[in-house]
């Protein structure tokens, strides 16, 4: 099929001048790395970048072109089994820990994909009007912000387990990120309260069903935990003392070795962090980052305080919008479950979320790495307690 140009048409179809403008972030977020970076995977729950390029490529491809687009001629045959993820409706798929191994197809082929799929979804979307191709284009535009948040947390991974840690982008500070206000306690009165996605915009299947939820009193942060207020946790012994850990959380620290969050290291007396510009002082008035479940509990229960539900963190983030600013995941001491009536689809988009609901805890908010304008107060991320390389951190509450 004769490639399109897509430039005469991106300032008269929105949601292709969207499309184009969100594939354009994933490959600007990878414009500081070199080839040589694109490939690595240290451990199995990290995907290489290259990886995150062709994956997001290929939902298109295998959503939408092979099922709406006349005639489409897949870009490479070996390409479906390659780059599924873990749809099992879609077929066999690499296993996850060997996508290191995609030493080939080379990147110059991905980025070649890319291209290709971009130019048959520019044809598909100014020749269909379906509103089910819509629907899907959306879907696999969330979908890519999703990967676009994962390529930096994966990335960050990756290069901290080069032993020089190295720089990955040098203008990619966290000067993003606001110095801790003074601590305030947001009090939320007793009562039932809406829960779940309200409005007619785009959001998961994990966020319908809104419904009715009953809050006892409680007061909640104002604002996450600090590196500094963690740090006091830290040093007076919280990773030695079991009494302040879920009994699953006290076999991770020991079998582990944990010590401290991810990315802190202790040099000659002082603590510094790794962030994408490299190696810095641990600023104590910045957001804790990079915790797992079981560290936020464990720090809750130190200071003689608890997590939020996804339900209070929801409705205090709904009552003080300008206290919630999305710059860590927070942790919840909710379990990832369904909401009433909600049903996993037919064919593969029924797997995208209903069938991880087991043995994962709610995030809620967005991260400094979540794409603009990608997450929304009903939000729902939702990780194994134990991983803390998402920027994940916490917010406690006070019952009344």
């Not at 007793?190 to 419904?211: A, K």
């Not at 910045?286 to 939020?308: C, N, T, V």
């Not at 009552?319 to 990832?336: D, G, I, M, R």
Request: aromatic share 16%; with cysteine; hydrophobic share 40%.
């Amino acid at each position: 099929m004769e490639a399109v140009s897509t430039e005469s048409r991106t300032h008269t179809h929105p949601l292709l001048m969207r499309f184009l403008h969100i594939r354009k972030r994933s490959v600007e977020l990878c414009s500081a790395l070199k080839t040589e970076d694109f490939v690595c995977q240290p451990v199995a729950w990290v995907s290489p970048p290259k990886w995150h390029l062709a994956h997001t490529t290929w939902f298109f491809e295998a959503f939408i072109l092979t099922r709406f687009l006349p005639d489409y001629q897949l870009f490479h045959k070996d390409y479906n089994f390659l780059f599924n993820s873990y749809y099992e409706t879609i077929g066999e798929r690499v296993q996850r820990n060997h996508r290191g191994m995609l030493f080939r197809p080379p990147l110059e082929d991905i980025f070649a994909y890319r291209r290709y799929v971009e130019e048959h979804m520019a044809h598909l979307l100014k020749e269909n009007a379906d509103p089910l191709v819509s629907e899907l284009v959306e879907l696999g535009l969330q979908h890519e912000q999703q990967h676009q948040e994962l390529l930096i947390t994966d990335t960050k991974y990756i290069f901290t387990q080069n032993p020089l840690l190295p720089v990955w982008d040098a203008k990619a500070t966290l000067e993003t990120l606001r110095q801790a206000a003074a601590l305030q306690w947001l009090s939320v009165e007793e009562g039932v309260y809406e829960i779940g996605y309200e409005g007619t915009g785009f959001c998961f299947d994990n966020e319908w069903g809104r419904h009715k939820q009953y809050l006892r009193n409680f007061s909640i942060m104002n604002r996450p935990v600090t590196n500094g207020e963690y740090l006091e946790f830290l040093e007076a012994g919280g990773y030695q003392n079991f009494r302040y850990w879920l009994s699953e959380g006290w076999e991770w620290v020991k079998e582990n070795d944990i010590v401290h969050p991810m990315y802190w290291y202790k040099i000659e007396e002082q603590w510094w962090s790794y962030h994408l510009d490299g190696l810095n002082p641990l600023d104590p008035a910045l957001p804790l980052m990079h915790i797992s479940y079981f560290e936020a509990d464990a720090y809750a229960r130190w200071k003689g305080q608890r997590l939020p539900t996804e339900f209070e963190w929801e409705t205090a983030a709904r009552l003080y919008p300008a206290c919630f600013k999305n710059e860590v995941w927070e942790w919840t001491q909710s379990a990832y479950l369904a909401y009433p009536g909600f049903r996993i689809a037919e064919g593969a988009t029924g797997e995208y979320n209903g069938k991880f609901m087991i043995n994962q805890m709610v995030l809620r908010g967005g991260s400094l790495a979540t794409a603009p304008g990608h997450s929304r107060v009903s939000y729902r991320n939702f990780f194994h307690p134990h991983l803390q390389w998402q920027f994940s951190g916490v917010r406690l509450v006070n019952d009344a």
